[in-house]
């Protein structure tokens, strides 16, 4: 195997990135070197480009990709839950100062990644696991989403929405959604009861869909004045609101008048500070029992984009034109 490999480099924030030659990394204990055939092109990954997402920590010039699915071709130290050969997915770099998967080989700790669901694809793998963590951990982890619950989902057609929507329904939950007109028969399609934020406000459709009473859990995944409506739309005393964008001011007293409780959601947190990564892994194997049973799918752009055409991926995530998740292919499936 060459000691060289080819990878997208961000060298300076608001500047294109580069394709070069740079050296192959070599696992360490508890890693495993994986061979990457697709990465997800999240919107985290743009802002850093960009110069933004100072939360990530992830100073230039820098290797960028979270997301990556592909083929583990060597061991580190220390690690016995898998073979040469497995193919795996995770939410395993370009955070924290660690190289990140838009390149041909990355070396992850075995912690973060679990083996790829069967029935998918490497671009629908790639596709899953920022998205998918994020929901669970708000969903199951913070909430204990449940049957006989109603669930509202802000959001509902973007990539951690949509994966909110179907695990609350799989795990037994009446789930509403917000979206744009646009989205709205997605979000039906998905198994939720769709509300057009744009014609419908808080108090109404509190009042149609729960009698007023508001909803067990809301989910908000936008993040500014739609965190500001959910503690509006949170059931009294027990109801409990979850966000993945909470990072603004807002005022708690509607939460408070409600007696209701409120949870911040920060995915990135294992990766920046190596505390619970192996939950990470579980949470990805949760997604295989779910892609498994038929309770779960991933809508990925149709667009094809090799490592060549990365800046154009970027750009369809920075602009907001996929329909689904972008996805930018390393090497063969």
């Not at 990954?45 to 990530?56: F, N, P, R």
């Not at 395993?92 to 075995?110: R, T």
Request: net charge negative.
């Amino acid at each position: 195997m060459n000691n060289t490999m080819l990878a997208a480099i961000a060298e300076t924030a608001q500047a294109p990135l580069v394709v070069r030659h740079v050296p192959r990394p070599v696992p360490g204990k508890g890693q495993v070197l994986i061979k990457v055939h697709a990465v997800g092109v999240n919107p985290l990954d743009t802002k850093i480009a960009a110069g933004g997402g100072a939360h990530a920590r992830q100073p230039l010039p820098a290797v960028l990709g979270i997301d990556l699915a592909g083929t583990v071709v060597e061991l580190g130290e220390d690690v016995h839950d898998f073979a040469s050969g497995d193919e795996v997915f995770g939410m395993a770099g370009g955070i924290g100062g660690a190289q990140g998967a838009l390149a041909e080989y990355i070396a992850v700790d075995a912690r973060l990644i679990a083996l790829k669901p069967r029935a998918l694809s490497m671009r629908e793998a790639a596709a899953l696991p920022l998205v998918f963590i994020t929901a669970w951990e708000g969903l199951v982890d913070r909430a204990n989403v449940r049957s006989g619950q109603q669930v509202l989902i802000h959001g509902g057609a973007g990539g951690v929405g949509q994966m909110a929507v179907q695990i609350a329904k799989a795990r037994g939950a009446e789930v509403y959604a917000t979206g744009s007109a646009s989205s709205l028969d997605f979000i039906h399609e998905l198994g939720a009861t769709a509300i057009d934020y744009r014609t419908q406000d808080t108090e109404s459709y509190v009042r149609l869909h729960t009698d007023g009473e508001g909803f067990d859990i809301v989910y908000d995944t936008v993040g500014g004045p739609t965190l500001d409506a959910s503690f509006n739309a949170v059931k009294t005393y027990t109801g409990h609101v979850l966000s993945c964008l909470g990072w603004g001011q807002h005022s708690l007293a509607p939460l408070s008048f409600r007696g209701a409780s409120y949870s911040g959601v920060f995915t990135l947190m294992p990766l920046l500070t190596g505390k619970g990564r192996e939950h990470h892994g579980q949470i990805l194997r949760e997604a295989t029992v779910l892609f498994e049973a038929g309770a779960l799918r991933i809508k990925v752009d149709q667009t094809r984009f090799g490592l060549g055409d990365v800046n154009e991926a970027f750009a369809q995530v920075a602009e907001g034109r996929g329909k689904g998740k972008t996805v930018v292919e390393i090497g063969a499936e």
